[in-house]
Protein backbone atom coordinates (compact mmCIF):
# COMPACT_ATOMS: atom_id res chain seq x y z
CA UNK A 1 0.00 0.00 0.00
CA UNK A 2 1.54 3.37 -1.21
CA UNK A 3 1.93 5.78 1.88
CA UNK A 4 0.37 9.52 1.30
CA UNK A 5 2.11 11.32 -1.28
CA UNK A 6 4.19 8.38 -2.60
CA UNK A 7 4.35 8.30 -6.26
CA UNK A 8 2.63 4.74 -6.99
CA UNK A 9 4.81 4.32 -9.98
CA UNK A 10 7.36 2.56 -7.58
CA UNK A 11 5.06 -0.05 -7.14
CA UNK A 12 4.23 -0.54 -10.64
CA UNK A 13 6.61 -1.02 -13.71
CA UNK A 14 5.76 1.02 -16.42
CA UNK A 15 8.45 1.58 -19.03
CA UNK A 16 12.26 1.23 -18.83
CA UNK A 17 15.08 1.38 -21.04
CA UNK A 18 18.25 -0.49 -21.60
CA UNK A 19 20.41 1.79 -19.72
CA UNK A 20 18.41 1.48 -16.88
CA UNK A 21 18.10 -1.99 -15.31
CA UNK A 22 22.35 -2.03 -16.30
CA UNK A 23 22.40 0.82 -13.99
CA UNK A 24 24.71 -0.81 -10.92
CA UNK A 25 23.34 0.16 -8.05
CA UNK A 26 25.46 2.41 -5.39
CA UNK A 27 27.07 1.75 -2.35
CA UNK A 28 24.89 1.87 0.37
CA UNK A 29 26.99 0.00 2.69
CA UNK A 30 26.60 3.12 5.29
CA UNK A 31 22.55 3.11 5.50
CA UNK A 32 23.04 -1.02 6.14
CA UNK A 33 25.30 -0.60 8.77
CA UNK A 34 23.16 1.86 10.03
CA UNK A 35 19.86 -0.34 9.95
CA UNK A 36 21.60 -3.05 11.77
CA UNK A 37 22.57 -1.21 14.81
CA UNK A 38 19.08 -0.17 15.02
CA UNK A 39 17.48 -3.00 14.05
CA UNK A 40 19.79 -6.02 15.03
CA UNK A 41 16.67 -8.80 15.73
CA UNK A 42 15.48 -7.94 11.67
CA UNK A 43 18.75 -7.34 9.92
CA UNK A 44 20.62 -11.02 10.85
CA UNK A 45 23.56 -10.10 8.16
CA UNK A 46 26.64 -9.25 8.79
CA UNK A 47 27.08 -7.26 5.62
CA UNK A 48 25.90 -6.92 2.45
CA UNK A 49 26.11 -10.03 -0.14
CA UNK A 50 29.38 -9.44 -1.97
CA UNK A 51 29.55 -9.09 -5.92
CA UNK A 52 30.58 -13.01 -6.09
CA UNK A 53 27.70 -14.24 -3.93
CA UNK A 54 24.91 -11.60 -5.81
CA UNK A 55 26.30 -13.08 -9.36
CA UNK A 56 25.74 -16.94 -7.97
CA UNK A 57 22.58 -15.27 -7.12
CA UNK A 58 21.70 -14.58 -10.42
CA UNK A 59 23.79 -17.11 -12.74
CA UNK A 60 20.69 -18.67 -13.97
CA UNK A 61 18.27 -15.67 -14.75
CA UNK A 62 17.59 -14.21 -18.17
CA UNK A 63 15.54 -12.94 -20.39
CA UNK A 64 13.84 -15.79 -21.01
CA UNK A 65 12.55 -16.11 -16.77
CA UNK A 66 10.23 -14.14 -17.18
CA UNK A 67 9.38 -12.02 -13.95
CA UNK A 68 11.27 -12.30 -11.14
CA UNK A 69 10.28 -11.84 -7.60
CA UNK A 70 13.27 -10.74 -4.78
CA UNK A 71 12.69 -11.79 -0.88
CA UNK A 72 14.40 -9.79 1.61
CA UNK A 73 16.37 -7.04 -0.51
CA UNK A 74 17.52 -5.16 1.81
CA UNK A 75 19.97 -2.13 -0.03
CA UNK A 76 19.65 -3.46 -3.85
CA UNK A 77 22.63 -5.57 -4.09
CA UNK A 78 21.77 -8.51 -5.79
CA UNK A 79 18.78 -6.51 -7.35
CA UNK A 80 21.26 -4.97 -9.68
CA UNK A 81 22.31 -7.82 -10.91
CA UNK A 82 18.98 -9.50 -11.77
CA UNK A 83 18.64 -6.66 -13.66
CA UNK A 84 21.86 -7.16 -15.14
CA UNK A 85 20.35 -10.34 -16.44
CA UNK A 86 18.43 -8.42 -18.48
CA UNK A 87 15.38 -8.84 -16.09
CA UNK A 88 13.41 -5.81 -16.89
CA UNK A 89 12.30 -3.29 -13.79
CA UNK A 90 8.72 -3.79 -14.79
CA UNK A 91 9.01 -7.88 -14.10
CA UNK A 92 10.74 -7.26 -11.09
CA UNK A 93 8.94 -7.31 -7.71
CA UNK A 94 10.68 -6.59 -4.44
CA UNK A 95 9.39 -7.68 -0.64
CA UNK A 96 11.38 -5.87 1.89
CA UNK A 97 10.14 -4.78 5.70
CA UNK A 98 12.65 -2.25 6.22
CA UNK A 99 11.56 1.65 5.84
CA UNK A 100 14.71 2.87 5.44
CA UNK A 101 15.45 -0.07 2.88
CA UNK A 102 11.98 0.28 0.96
CA UNK A 103 12.64 3.99 0.81
CA UNK A 104 16.35 3.36 -1.36
CA UNK A 105 14.95 0.65 -3.40
CA UNK A 106 11.65 3.04 -5.01
CA UNK A 107 14.39 5.67 -5.54
CA UNK A 108 16.83 3.18 -7.11
CA UNK A 109 14.60 1.13 -8.66
CA UNK A 110 11.55 3.57 -9.61
CA UNK A 111 9.95 1.13 -11.92
CA UNK A 112 9.97 -2.28 -9.71
CA UNK A 113 7.07 -2.88 -7.30
CA UNK A 114 8.48 -2.25 -4.05
CA UNK A 115 5.94 -4.37 -1.53
CA UNK A 116 7.06 -3.23 2.35
CA UNK A 117 4.57 -6.68 3.03
CA UNK A 118 6.55 -10.26 4.93
CA UNK A 119 7.47 -12.64 2.11
CA UNK A 120 4.64 -15.08 3.33
CA UNK A 121 2.60 -12.78 1.30
CA UNK A 122 4.79 -13.17 -1.85
CA UNK A 123 2.06 -14.95 -3.66
CA UNK A 124 0.06 -11.36 -3.39
CA UNK A 125 3.47 -10.12 -6.16
CA UNK A 126 1.61 -7.75 -8.91
CA UNK A 127 3.45 -10.14 -11.53
CA UNK A 128 2.63 -12.82 -13.49
CA UNK A 129 4.26 -15.62 -15.60
CA UNK A 130 6.70 -15.57 -12.55
CA UNK A 131 10.42 -17.39 -13.44
CA UNK A 132 12.39 -17.38 -10.59
CA UNK A 133 12.22 -16.14 -6.45
CA UNK A 134 15.53 -15.01 -5.31
CA UNK A 135 15.58 -14.74 -1.43
CA UNK A 136 17.86 -12.98 0.67
CA UNK A 137 16.03 -14.14 4.31
CA UNK A 138 17.69 -16.23 7.03
CA UNK A 139 15.03 -18.96 6.32
CA UNK A 140 16.63 -21.79 8.92
CA UNK A 141 16.44 -19.14 11.48
CA UNK A 142 12.54 -19.30 11.04
CA UNK A 143 10.36 -21.53 12.13
CA UNK A 144 9.02 -24.21 9.94
CA UNK A 145 5.53 -23.19 9.09
CA UNK A 146 6.90 -20.07 8.49
CA UNK A 147 9.44 -21.70 5.67
CA UNK A 148 6.53 -23.26 4.57
CA UNK A 149 4.18 -19.94 3.82
CA UNK A 150 7.02 -18.48 2.11
CA UNK A 151 8.20 -21.31 0.10
CA UNK A 152 4.94 -22.61 -0.52
CA UNK A 153 3.65 -19.17 -1.58
CA UNK A 154 6.82 -18.91 -3.97
CA UNK A 155 5.77 -22.12 -5.44
CA UNK A 156 2.44 -21.15 -5.63
CA UNK A 157 3.07 -18.13 -7.79
CA UNK A 158 5.44 -19.34 -10.11
CA UNK A 159 4.87 -20.80 -13.22
CA UNK A 160 5.90 -24.47 -13.83
CA UNK A 161 9.79 -25.19 -13.77
CA UNK A 162 10.03 -21.91 -11.52
CA UNK A 163 13.08 -22.11 -9.07
CA UNK A 164 13.88 -20.74 -5.77
CA UNK A 165 17.04 -19.40 -5.59
CA UNK A 166 18.63 -19.19 -1.67
CA UNK A 167 22.06 -18.66 -0.30
CA UNK A 168 22.87 -20.20 3.30
CA UNK A 169 26.26 -20.02 5.61
CA UNK A 170 26.03 -23.35 6.45
CA UNK A 171 26.31 -26.98 5.06
CA UNK A 172 22.63 -28.28 5.11
CA UNK A 173 19.78 -26.88 2.32
CA UNK A 174 18.63 -23.79 3.91
CA UNK A 175 14.93 -25.34 3.53
CA UNK A 176 13.87 -27.49 6.73
CA UNK A 177 13.20 -31.07 5.63
CA UNK A 178 9.32 -31.44 5.95
CA UNK A 179 8.95 -28.45 3.93
CA UNK A 180 11.06 -29.31 1.49
CA UNK A 181 9.24 -33.23 1.32
CA UNK A 182 5.93 -31.70 1.44
CA UNK A 183 6.55 -28.94 -1.76
CA UNK A 184 8.54 -32.15 -3.33
CA UNK A 185 11.69 -29.98 -4.17
CA UNK A 186 14.98 -31.19 -5.62
CA UNK A 187 17.80 -28.80 -5.72
CA UNK A 188 22.09 -28.10 -6.99
CA UNK A 189 24.21 -26.40 -4.86
CA UNK A 190 27.03 -24.25 -5.84
CA UNK A 191 30.63 -24.61 -4.99
CA UNK A 192 30.96 -22.58 -1.85
CA UNK A 193 31.29 -18.01 -2.60
CA UNK A 194 34.68 -17.43 -0.36
CA UNK A 195 34.29 -13.69 -1.25
CA UNK A 196 31.67 -12.83 1.01
CA UNK A 197 31.22 -12.15 4.83
CA UNK A 198 30.54 -14.72 6.19
CA UNK A 199 31.76 -17.52 3.02
CA UNK A 200 28.13 -18.83 1.85
CA UNK A 201 26.59 -21.51 -0.45
CA UNK A 202 23.67 -20.54 -3.04
CA UNK A 203 20.77 -23.26 -2.92
CA UNK A 204 18.24 -23.40 -6.52
CA UNK A 205 15.02 -25.43 -5.62
CA UNK A 206 12.92 -26.63 -8.13
CA UNK A 207 9.67 -28.80 -7.71
CA UNK A 208 8.71 -31.66 -9.07
CA UNK A 209 6.51 -31.71 -12.34
Known amino acids: MARPGQDTRTRRGIHMTTTEHEMPVRNHLGLFMKQLVRKPGRIVALAPSSTGLAR ?16 GSGT ?21 LDD ?14 VMQLSAERCDEAPLDDVGAVVSGLPLLSMPTKVQRRIVGGAFRKMRPGGIFVQFTYGYRPPIDRPVREELGLSW ?18 RRAA
Not at 80 to 87: D, N, P, T, V, W
Not at 192 to 202: C, G, Q, T
Open 56 to 71: EMVRELGPETGSVIEL
Open 188 to 205: TVSPKVYRNIPPARVYTF
Open 100 to 113: AFCALLSQEFPRAA
Open 76 to 96: GKITSHILARGIPQERLAMFE
